[in-house]
């Protein structure tokens, strides 16, 4: 019976292949890429051609159109973090149109399936390592999100990632509620201004810090009560005396080893230090008795760990889109860059730069 078994599926990726080239639109034998050979400088960003992403049977195809410009992307690049695999494009973040679905009956009929609302034509976003390139595919019940019709692919590949990161951060991290204080570091960021949307919609008081004039401006536009200008004040002294001397609730910090220290004494008493990049370092081992002097919470979150089961995908994806497509969470894109070489070594030289505020995109195809 087992030789039955691997015959029939041996019979159905042969269909799948049949589908996919059979179908009215022409798939290319390679597709174009951007990304590394080997771990380094900017410099190693290149142009790559890899081959047409056959989908499996219970894979979705999607042809990508944005891709969302993140520090994950330079620490996977650089080799702070280790590359899963070579040649590597170079995001974890796109947003495209499904050409193809899963071509296994038994999921296309299942309820798990038709709760993620997925349909040919249809609109996603997705988060999965290694995804810059023209077409990606990807199994139904990973990190794939179906978008609302009136959300188009370009805002979409501008929230998922950092969307996801900030609702996990405000609920699971530390559920902000009203009368909050919260410090939000690097503020007009892409993930600090929704940060401030979210926290102000909750009714916290949001307190943030960036480095310029022009950025504090944009953040109170998003919610920021108060604006902590970093290279001209002293933030430690401002943040006391915003609160009293007694510190913030919870302060969300995605720049790492230059502001770690001093989150502890911007913290009150059983405050929450949410720790989540590296943007200036990685923060270098913490004893645990560093945490007794205040009962200060310590997290070290990561957004891949918020959408782990179906019900968490379909949760944090719906709830995410939802508050796009009803205007309640805006979405800042700073700017688009080509989908070469020379334009992803840009986009990310303008990230760690500090030169940007909100979303950095690329263009991969039209919409």
Known sequence: MRP????SQLARQFSTTLAVHGNSMTY??????????????VEEIQDLTLPFPQPKPNELLVKVQWAGVNFIDTYLRSGL?????LPFPSSNETAG???????????????????????????????ALGSLKEYLSIPWDSAIYAVPDNVTTRVAGAALLQGITTLGQVTDAYNVQKGDIVLIHTIAG????????????RGATV???TSTPEKAELAKAHGADHVI?????????????????LGVHVIYDGVGKDTFESDFKMIRRKGTIVSFGNASGSVPPVPLFKLTEKNVKLLRPTAGNWVVTLEEKN???????????????????????????????QAQLDLVGGKTTGKLLIKVADE
């Open 4 to 7: 039955l078994v691997r015959l």
């Open 28 to 41: 290319p034998a390679t597709v174009k890429a951007v990304g590394i050979n080997k771990q380094g400088g």
């Open 81 to 85: 973090y280790p590359a899963p695999f």
């Open 97 to 127: 149109v499904i050409v193809e679905l899963p071509t296994d009956e038994g999921i296309l009929q299942s309820e798990d399936f038709k709760k993620r609302g997925f349909k040919k034509g249809g609109k996603v976003a997705i988060n």
């Open 190 to 201: 892409g993930v600090g201004l929704l940060h401030s949307q979210l926290s102000k919609a």
């Open 207 to 209: 307190i943030g810090t």
């Open 229 to 245: 200008l970093y290279k001209s004040e002293d933030v430690v002294q401002r943040v006391l005396e915003l609160t009293n001397g």
């Open 315 to 345: 949760y944090y994806g719906n709830e995410l889109f939802r508050l796009v497509s009803t205007g309640e969470l805006k979405i800042n894109i700073y700017g688009e860059y080509s989908f070469t070489a020379d334009g992803v070594r």
